[in-house]
């Protein structure tokens, strides 16, 4: 392509326009898009302004640093084929996301509920994925974003058995993937994916978290329970994670576009019937 014609961003952007109710992720790091595929910008439904996000990490307390980064943004007036969105999944950001203390290894999980697809689908049969990007914070050591059709797992749109908080970035797949019917500190952790697809539908955020209705019903006695609660022995720990088992899961969704702007659903996921086994050969695609 000509340098014009390509649809690039760097550094890390969130749009935020709070009349219309929107804040969320638009992308993460540099990133070409794909020849037919670009993302909207102007339009009467796009943001009117955009957030720049930047983490700054400085462990030895120096003095003295100048940061002389900066963005850019390439646009062109020549439109693509598709449109494409960010669509934010996974575990809803707040206190509910709680990591045991004490454990040596952890495994959170989180859902992107059917009913939220299906309901933004409309007319269409499937969108497609073509890149994403994995978030975790301090305490994430791997991530995987799993994929589910008619009870069956798929292979997994994305997997890092080695997560580092330090490299992160937006991977552009292979292959598109097709999707079908069927706190806010460093310092509190996160599980999210950001899920780079095309035709844009409305939906844009799809996260949920345990309600934890198996240890108690009350809300407004959850949280002092918890917070007093003996993480000190394993026997209260392994209670704990069965406790989160027997919880049911509730899910949000939103959208700026969607009809109605938000959908919650509140019940127990079911384990696939055919669990993904990875392929035995290790040798790597070409």
Not at 59 to 86: F, H, V
Not at 111 to 116: D, L, M, P, T
């Amino acid at each position: 392509m000509k340098p014009s014609d390509q649809m690039q961003s760097d550094a890390s952007y969130k749009n935020n326009e709070q009349e219309k109710g929107k804040d969320r992720m638009v992308f993460i790091g540099t990133f070409y898009y794909p020849d037919h595929v670009g993302f909207s910008v102007g339009a009467p439904d796009d943001p009117s302004f955009y957030i720049l996000e930047t983490h700054y990490d400085n462990p030895a307390q120096k003095s003295g640093m100048i940061d002389n980064s900066g963005i850019r943004i390439t646009l062109t007036n020549n439109l693509r084929p598709y449109e494409a969105d960010m669509m934010e999944i996974g575990h809803v950001v707040d206190w509910r996301h709680i990591i045991p203390p004490f454990e040596k290894a952890y495994l959170s999980q989180s859902h992107c509920a059917s009913q939220c697809i299906d309901h933004t689908l409309g007319n269409m049969t499937e969108i497609k994925v073509f890149g994403i990007f994995q978030h975790a914070h301090l305490l994430g050591r791997a991530i995987k974003t799993r994929h589910f059709r008619n009870g069956s797992e798929l292979s997994p749109l994305a997997t890092d058995p080695h997560y580092d908080f330090d490299f992160q970035e937006t991977r552009l797949l292979r292959e598109e993937i097709p999707i079908r019917r069927g706190g806010l500190s460093t310092r509190d952790e996160m599980c999210l994916s950001f899920l780079l697809y095309y035709p844009k539908v409305a939906l844009n955020q799809c996260v949920s978290s345990p309600t934890y209705d198996s240890i108690s019903s009350d809300k407004n006695r959850l949280w002092p329970m918890l917070s007093v609660y003996n993480w000190t022995t394993q026997h209260n720990r392994d209670q704990f994670k069965q406790k989160l088992k027997d919880s049911s899961i509730f899910h949000f969704c939103e959208g700026d576009t969607m009809v109605p702007k938000t959908l919650m659903y509140t019940f127990h996921e079911k384990p696939p019937t055919h669990a993904y086994v990875p392929p035995r050969s290790s040798t790597c695609p070409k």
